[in-house]
């Protein structure tokens, strides 16, 4: 049927019909193809073990978007020397008193500045950081049929397997697949989990919740507040476990691995792979977040800089697609998501002056994220929707 669409004929008939006429049938046409792509329940691995050359349209990204439009590579290589993702090693900061000052103070410039910054000395090891990345992994490169019966878009489900969760609402779709599970305050039962990566979801996110006090301790800090000042407000409440693979593409050029955003939660703690592509903007311009073995990305979220009054800010980042692959990384969001919980966050009053009023209105964790999720990645800030 499409190939018919370029007759000479039915191309005159397209030019006679009023406008809208075409944009609408070019968007049923659109909303068909994403029903098609979703009802397969098989993802983006499914195109790409389905042997396509030639992406789809509906993961076309806008010509903005596209990574055609980075600046010129060799301008980029000349500065990369100039500009680096802060590094915060965390050895000792526990038991010495200089060591964890400094561990302060570079979290306190690197969450005003950059909103990103990697750790090193964690306290997780590499053995389990090599079984989630390989659980990941696995799951998404198991059977087909094994696979489908997670797929789902109910976000009540104690496991979420899908390709998009805005597939529907986003300008174009990314070129990832994933899968998310609440695992705190409610952790999922073992049995609603899946059985290939089930244990290790369970090890590591009690492992990151671990790490969590650890920085949300340096963060508060920072802020010049009571080390338990952020975790007594239950920023490191809940936490989200979510599994990303982005599978090589026939045309990264044209699409994302994930559209530009900031990150609907109080922190997130990111372990990537040896392949790369998440970038970070700064400045103006897109830096990269290189993979450094051992080491965790950390950055700061939406919620996060809400709380701080802007102090600490959740920078826009995003994931380019990439002729090699799979890329896995594994995200882990610290928020309670769409749990129906009272609190209400707005500025740390602690933080506010007559010279620093309060420039956000307070919010709970379920509106902030559930306004997120409607809007889709379109490359606007949620925060913009909370200002006052």
Request: glycine share 6%.
């Amino acid at each position: 049927m499409e190939e018919s669409t370029h007759h000479p004929q039915i191309q005159i008939r397209h030019e006679n019909r009023p406008k809208h006429d075409e944009e609408e049938e070019e968007e049923d046409q659109r909303e068909s193809q994403l029903k098609a792509f979703d009802e397969t329940k098989e993802g983006v691995k499914g195109l790409v073990d389905a042997g396509i050359t030639k992406l789809p349209s509906i993961f076309i990204a806008p010509p903005q978007q596209q990574q055609t439009s980075l600046p010129d590579a060799a301008a980029a290589a000349e500065e990369e020397d100039m500009i680096m993702i802060p590094t915060i090693d965390l050895e000792g900061v526990h038991e010495d008193e200089a060591k964890r000052r400094r561990a302060v103070e570079a979290a306190r410039e690197a969450s005003e500045k950059w909103g990103f910054f990697q750790v090193t000395n964690h306290g997780i090891s590499g053995g389990v950081v090599a079984e989630v990345i390989g659980g990941v992994r696995g799951f998404f490169e198991q059977e087909t049929a094994a696979k489908r019966e997670w797929y789902t878009r109910d976000l009540s489900k104690g496991f979420v397997y899908n390709s998009n969760f805005d597939l529907f609402s986003a300008p174009s779709a990314n070129w990832r697949d994933t899968f998310f599970c609440p695992m705190a305050p409610l952790p999922p039962h073992p049995q609603q989990l899946p059985p290939i990566c089930r244990d290790i979801l369970i090890k590591y996110s009690n492992e990151v919740q671990k790490l969590g006090r650890v920085l949300f301790g340096l963060l508060s800090e920072a802020l010049g507040l009571h080390p338990n000042y952020l975790e007594d407000i239950e920023c490191n409440k809940g936490l989200a476990f979510l599994g990303h693979y982005y599978p090589a593409c026939p045309e990264p050029h044209l699409t994302l691995g994930t559209t530009k955003h900031a990150d609907n939660d109080f922190l997130t703690v990111l372990l990537q792979d040896e392949i790369g592509g998440l970038q970070v903007l700064h400045g103006n311009r897109w830096v990269d977040v290189p993979y450094v073995p051992g080491a965790l990305v950390v950055n700061i979220g939406d919620l996060l800089q809400l709380v701080t009054n802007d102090r600490f800010k959740s920078s826009e980042h995003r994931v380019l697609a990439n002729e090699v692959g799979p890329r896995i990384s594994v995200a882990c969001f610290f928020t309670t998501n769409l749990l129906p919980l009272p609190r209400l966050y707005g500025p740390i009053k602690e933080l506010l002056s007559d010279e620093n009023p309060a420039k956000y209105r307070e919010t709970t964790v379920k509106e902030y994220v559930t306004h997120f999720y409607a809007k889709g990645l379109d490359g606007n800030s949620a925060l913009l929707h909370f200002r006052l």
